[in-house]
C-alpha cells in the first residue's frame, strides 16, 4: 500500500473514495461542509432527515455523488468528542472506514 500526502481539497480531489467525519453535534465544519456546499447541500439533508451517521463509528455511504470527483463519500460518525483525541483514536475512526471499504476495489482512498 502507497500512502501519499496531498494538498487538494475534499471536493477537487479525484478519488475512488473520500472519507469525512460528523460528530455527534450535527456540525458540518471544515472539510464536511465543503463537501456539503460542492455536492448542492446533500450532507446537510441528510442530516435533517436523520440519515446521516453521527454516532462514533457509524458508516454512511454515498455511491456517486453529484458535484466532487470522488466516486464514492464514506461519511464516518465521530459521535462526542473524547476528553482526549489522541493517536489510538484516529487510528480506530480510520480502521472503521478502512473496514467498510476493504471489500471494494479501491486504488485511492483520501481521508479528512
Known sequence: MKVLSSSVGPSAIDADAVVVGVGANKQ?????????????????????????????????????????????????????PPPQVDAGYAFRLAGTAAKALAAKRLRSIAFY
Open 28 to 80: 458540518l465544519v471544515g472539510a464536511a461542509a465543503e463537501l456539503d456546499q460542492a455536492t448542492g447541500g446533500l450532507l446537510q439533508r441528510l442530516l435533517e432527515r436523520d440519515d446521516l451517521a453521527t454516532k462514533r463509528f457509524g458508516i454512511t455511504q454515498i455511491l456517486a455523488p453529484t458535484g466532487i470527483p470522488a466516486r464514492q463519500l464514506l461519511v464516518l460518525g465521530l459521535g462526542e
